[in-house]
């Protein structure tokens, strides 16, 4: 089974708008208010690709209400642990440029975080994979993820961890399965700028060196690199006009996982990984196995360093 873990949730309130003007009254030409989340993302994407998961985190109030039950209508398991304040909205607003407005997290009592470890390690098979996407609520400490992942591996299961900065930095000694900064994050980690894919490739290795064991850096509309222990490898994404770019890089986190669980191909599953990226930042919503199939003969994986196989 593939669990995904959102411990900070959203509602995703997508709006369109010819502009912005600050200090006036603007417009909604589109909306949608839909679930959203890393962990949630990747269960939706995964589920469009005919692959079951679990969805698991916490969720809080009214808010909290309609993530569960918009994942429960659209036939994803789920597990979530309640606790008493609202799950936050996040405002998506997109005027030609996508600018994000996320909310404030709900406070996670220790109880609740107890309960979520056991719920999760209950069940948990040597087969099984964890996904941990998103921001910490900002009561749980920067180890929490790195305790997880240890906690996971403990059963023989292995963590996919989709974050960034101090947690992202504090769980790598816990030799996660796969981590994907954007080359932005990788960059902040690293304390560099990173403008092409032989730099994401170096600055990847560093975190493969500090305990990660697959490293995925997503360089938006540039292509992506991969790399392990054995090899570095980059892939080009199609051609394609960007419609929304977010849940882009959870697409990628899903397609190489549905990919990775059914053929065990590292490198391809990077590569169907960054053309569901793709798929999905061409579309509204999230990309369909129909949408990679159509964009898979674009993309070329190609090795920087060491050899396949
Ligand atoms: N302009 C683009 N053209 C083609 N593909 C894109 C473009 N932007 C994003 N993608 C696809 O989406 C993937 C993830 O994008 P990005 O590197 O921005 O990650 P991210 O910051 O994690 O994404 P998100 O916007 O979901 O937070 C890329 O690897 C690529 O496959
Ligand atoms: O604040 P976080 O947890 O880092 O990111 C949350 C979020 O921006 O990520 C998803 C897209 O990747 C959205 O559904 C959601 O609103």
């Known amino acids: 089974m593939i669990y995904t873990v959102t411990l900070n949730p959203s509602i995703d309130y997508f709006v369109k708008t010819d502009g912005l003007k600050e200090g006036e009254i603007n417009l909604v030409n589109e909306q949608s208010i839909v679930a959203g989340g890393k962990g949630i993302n990747v269960s939706k994407v995964l589920k469009n690709l005919g692959v079951d998961s679990v969805a698991t985190g916490f969720v809080g109030g009214f808010t909290g209400d309609f993530v569960e039950s918009s994942l429960q209508k659209a036939d994803i398991g789920t597990r979530f642990i309640r606790v008493e304040e609202n799950t936050r909205i996040n405002i998506k607003l997109n005027t030609g440029k996508e600018t994000e407005i996320n909310g404030i997290s709900p406070s996670i009592p220790v109880s609740a975080l107890e309960q979520l470890e056991d719920n999760l390690l209950a069940n948990l098979e040597s087969t099984d994979f964890v996904v941990l996407a998103g921001s910490l609520p900002s009561s749980l400490r920067n180890e929490f993820y790195g305790q997880l992942i240890s906690s996971i591996r403990q059963k023989g299961a292995q963590a996919i961890l989709d974050s ?97 669980t059914k053929n065990g191909n590292v490198l391809e599953a990077f590569k169907y990984g960054v053309t569901a990226g793709s798929a999905s930042a061409f579309s509204k919503g999230f990309c369909t196995a129909k949408d990679i199939d159509r964009y898979l003969p674009e993309v070329t994986v190609n090795l920087i360093e060491g050899e396949e196989g």
């Not at 305990?211 to 199609?238: C, I, R, W």
């Open 164 to 260: 960034k900065g101090k947690p992202l930095q504090e769980a790598l000694a816990h030799h996660p399965f796969l981590i994907k900064p954007n080359h932005h994050e990788l960059g902040d980690l690293v304390g560099a700028s990173i403008k092409d894919p032989r730099e994401a490739a170096a600055y990847g290795r560093r975190l493969v060196n500090e305990g990660a064991q697959h490293v995925l850096v997503s360089m938006a509309g540039d292509g992506a690199v991969f790399v392990s222990k054995e090899l570095a490898a980059f892939a080009n994404v199609p051609s394609g006009t960007l419609e929304n770019s977010v849940g882009a890089g959870d697409s990628v986190v899903a397609g190489f996982l549905a990919h990775f």
